[in-house]
């Protein structure tokens, strides 16, 4: 039974402590946030963590459950994440991934819901109402193929062929390995997604390749794979013999998310939302992007 997680950094902490070949990591501590940055130079790193070449930026946070101010050093060091990943010019297509009728999976929807978009605001509009020098920025809630009957992947390059980006901000949920990364940690990377894949249902991946732009996608861990905490729980190494290992097959199909999942989704999507928003309108200041919001 393979681990479920779309954490890089879980990842790499299943590797142990010693060095790979072709990946860098560094770290940073503030007080409200951790910032890790793992590096994947070549295809010897991306074999080893089972992740595409590119920048995967890990934020780790005190729980959205426990905290509800979100103007503080975590919506700054997720602004300056996405700054860093997202071209200084151009328009920026941002698009929430997921279902927004099942709570765990209504982080994307929830984040475009929120999203300032100007796209539509001409420069002469701007000036009247006294907010010059906006970046054209477009939002949609993409929904899932059960409802569309659309892959997204097609949804998205359909909308980028008419929107022509700079780049495109991806929000999806995740998987995590671990319990104590749902609903405080943010993973930013430059590598794109592949929708689905930490529940088993991976759709058609949304990257550079796929859309012919850069893909940023930001996403925060809503559910943990049942067997996976399973075994983390029993203590079963992952080459344990499954038939021996006392944890029931039928925990390979359920995921868990934590009880208070509603309240995590409102504030993560008001962050996430938020740190966006400022990161494309450094011309307006919070509190002005809380109003717009």
């Known amino acids: 039974m393979n681990i479920r997680t779309d954490l890089a950094i879980e990842m790499r902490e299943m590797k142990g402590a010693g060095k790979i070949d072709g990946v860098e990591v560094s770290a940073k501590s503030g007080e409200k946030a951790k910032t890790t940055v793992i590096e994947i130079k070549n295809e010897n790193g991306a074999s080893a963590l089972g992740k595409p070449i590119g920048k995967y930026i890990t934020v780790e946070l005190s729980s959205f459950a426990d905290e509800a101010d979100i103007t503080d050093e975590r919506m700054t060091t997720i602004k300056e994440a996405i700054s860093e990943l997202v071209p200084a010019n151009g328009a920026v297509l941002v698009a929430g991934i997921g279902n927004k009728s099942i709570t765990p999976d209504s982080l994307g929807p929830s984040v475009a819901s929120q999203i300032f978009a100007t796209r539509h605001i001409g420069e002469e509009l701007q000036k009247q109402i006294g907010l010059d020098k906006l970046r054209p920025v477009s939002s949609i809630a993409s929904g899932v193929l059960g409802q569309t009957g659309i892959e997204t992947?097609?949804?998205l390059n359909a909308i980028a062929g008419?929107?022509?980006?700079a780049a495109i901000i991806t929000i999806d949920a995740l998987a995590a390995r671990k319990l104590d990364r749902l609903g405080r940690t943010v993973q930013l990377c430059d590598t794109g997604i592949s929708p689905g894949s930490g529940v088993g249902n991976t759709r058609k991946r949304i990257d550079s390749q796929s859309t012919g732009y850069p893909v940023?996608?930001?996403g925060i861990p809503t559910v943990?794979?049942?067997y996976t905490l399973a075994r983390d729980v029993t203590g079963k190494k992952d080459d344990d013999d499954e038939a021996e290992s006392g944890i029931e097959p039928a925990c390979e199909n359920m995921m868990v998310t934590p009880?208070?999942?509603d309240?995590?989704?409102?504030?993560a999507s008001k962050l996430i939302a938020l740190a966006i928003n400022c990161a494309l309108q450094p011309s307006l200041s919070v509190d002005e992007l809380l109003g717009l919001m």
């Open 216 to 218: 940023i996608s930001i």
């Open 263 to 267: 309240v995590v989704v409102e504030r």
């Open 162 to 165: 008419a929107v022509k980006p």
């Open 259 to 261: 009880r208070e999942i």
């Open 224 to 226: 943990v794979d049942a």
């Open 153 to 155: 992947a097609e949804i």
